[in-house]
Every structure is written in structure tokens, then in C-alpha cells.
């Protein structure tokens, strides 16, 4: 019943290998650039590549990577939507060693040999940005709303720890409302749709991706405010539609988040294939865009 990795005797990477890929979904402008970067890489190496869209449930990932362990794959990419849940599937794939790598989400377990990487960014690090720009831009003082991403992931627990650690420093910024808007542009608009008619006061955003903050842009205007100048808006992700966004004066400001993680993720394959040792975090380096930098950066953003 064991299925070996398919090693060449010198070590090297195979020449053909199969990988299945369990995705989220298609919730961000991010989330379809990782997706585009996993298979435009496996089509550029020659790899053949089994893509399963979870559609934002957990339990179609699971089931996903459990028909990836059948069809005998030699190497599974997960996205995990949440944390936690996750044990027991990775410990069928262990047990029949198929290597797993984590793509942009961290997980929660306790015996982390049941993954062999995590390729992702220090989310922590870019809510710490975020505050850190916004403290700055308001003079340490304001009243801010929080749109969360989906309940119980990486980026949303972390994101809300690093914002709330740089606010600590000034007290007088506060979150005055908080709530998920699972990462899309229609939540985060609705979400901000109540926020605001519930509170005149609101100073600025801080959304969790730039999709959620591109739909509370929309919502701020049909309030018959002005967006990145009634309120300020600072977000994460970096993608295209944002730096525009920011290009027009809507959006003030957009921490990156590098999901372009299909080079990386395919070379860790092949060297774990090899039988190569390879760090359990790789960790991309992000930088920040605002009214700054936007225009200027946006010819040569890939996505
Ligand atoms: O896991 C990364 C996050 O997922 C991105 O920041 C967000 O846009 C996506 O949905």
C-alpha cells in the first residue's frame, strides 16, 4: 500500500511527478493569482497537476487531499482554508509518505512533521505595517473599524494580532467596531454598509485584504462620502485593483503579500523528492505601497 516517492538513485528530482492541489477557493484577486502562479508553473516544469477548488469549505479540502492520497500523487499542495482540523487527513497522507507543503496558511498541529514547509508571508508583520503606516498618517489618533477575513485562518488571527500589538502603543486609536468579511469584496461592502449606519465617526478602515477594502471603498462613496480622504483606507495584499485604487485617491495604502508562490512551492517539491532537507517556513519578503509609490509601482506588478 505504501506509494514511494519516485527518487532517481542520484538524488536528483524526478523527471515526471504528479501533484495534487487542494485550493481554498477563488475568494480574492490574491487567492486567483496563487492559483494562476501554481499552474502556470507546473505547466512551465511539465508537471502534471490534479486542481481541486474547495469552494471555501473545509471538509471539500479534506476530501480533496484524501482523493489525492488514492490517486497515489506524488506530492500535495494544501491551502488550508482554517488552522485547525486538519490532523487527521495529514496523518493518512504521512502514512502512506506523501509529502505535503502548506501554500500561504499556517496550520495548528501537534506533531509538525505532518507537513514538510510552509511557504508564506509573516502576516503578523503585516499588520504590524498596516498600524504602524496608519498611526503616522492620523497623528496616533482616531477612530478605526476592522474588517476581519474568514474566521479561524492564519492571515486573520495573525493580521488582528500585529495591528492590535502597534495600536496598544497609542491610546488614542481605537478599534471601534470589528467583523469578518471573509476576505471578499462583497462582505467587506456589506459589513461596511452597517458599520456605517451605525457610526458617524468612523475615521478609517483597516481590512484584512484589498478586496475587502475595495467593497467598503464602494460602500463609503454610496454613504455620499469620499473614500482615502473622509475615511482612510489601509489594506493588505498589494494586488493590482488596489494600487490603482490607491492611484485614484480611494485607497491610501496596501501592505504586500506575495502570492506568486508556485516557483517556490515546485522547487521545495523537487528537493524533497531528491530526498533533500528544506526549512519548514519559507517566508516571502513584503513591502507596502501607498500614495507614494502606488502609480509608480504599477507598471511592473505581476499581479
Ligand atoms: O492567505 C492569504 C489571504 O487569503 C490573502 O491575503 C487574502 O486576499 C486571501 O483571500
Known amino acids: 500500500s505504501n506509494s514511494p516517492a519516485p527518487e532517481t538513485k542520484t538524488g536528483a528530482a524526478p523527471k515526471k511527478y504528479t501533484v495534487g492541489f487542494s485550493q481554498i477557493g477563488a475568494e480574492s484577486a490574491w487567492r486567483t493569482a496563487e492559483t494562476k502562479s501554481v499552474q502556470d508553473e507546473a505547466q512551465k516544469r511539465g508537471v502534471t497537476l490534479k486542481f481541486a477548488d474547495g469552494q471555501q469549505k473545509q471538509e471539500l479540502q479534506i476530501q480533496a487531499v484524501r482523493s489525492f492520497i488514492a490517486q497515489k500523487v506524488d506530492v500535495i499542495f494544501l491551502a488550508p482554508k482554517v488552522e485547525t482540523g486538519w490532523e ?95 476576505f471578499t469584496i462583497a462582505k467587506g461592502k456589506e459589513v461596511m454598509e452597517a458599520f456605517l449606519k451605525a457610526d458617524p465617526t468612523i475615521q478609517a478602515v483597516y481590512a484584512h485584504n484589498d478586496d475587502m477594502a475595495l467593497g467598503a471603498a464602494q460602500a463609503i462613496e454610496e454613504a455620499g462620502k469620499k473614500p482615502g480622504k473622509d475615511i482612510i483606507l489601509v489594506s493588505i495584499d498589494g494586488v493590482h485593483q488596489a494600487l490603482e485604487a490607491i492611484k485614484d485617491g480611494k485607497l491610501n495604502c496596501s501592505v504586500e503579500c506575495n502570492p506568486l508562490l508556485g516557483p517556490g512551492a515546485f522547487d521545495a517539491a523537487e528537493q524533497i523528492l531528491a530526498g533533500k532537507d528544506v526549512p519548514k517556513r519559507i517566508v516571502s519578503k513584503d513591502q507596502q505601497f501607498d500614495e507614494s509609490t502606488a502609480a509608480q509601482a504599477l507598471p511592473t506588478r505581476k499581479y
Open 88 to 182: 487527521p487527513v495529514l496523518r493518512e497522507a504521512k502514512r502512506v509518505n506523501i509529502p505535503v507543503i502548506l501554500l500561504d496558511r499556517g496550520i495548528k498541529v501537534s506533531d509538525d512533521s505532518l507537513y514538510k514547509t510552509l511557504l508564506t508571508s509573516d502576516f503578523v508583520e503585516e499588520g504590524r505595517m498596516a498600524a504602524n503606516w496608519l498611526a503616522k498618517r492620523m497623528n496616533g489618533k482616531g477612530n478605526i473599524v476592522e474588517l476581519q477575513g474568514t474566521v479561524g485562518s492564519a492571515p486573520a488571527n495573525d493580521r488582528k494580532q500585529g495591528f492590535a500589538e502597534v495600536l496598544a502603543k497609542f491610546p488614542d486609536m481605537k478599534v471601534t467596531r470589528s467583523q469578518t468579511g471573509d
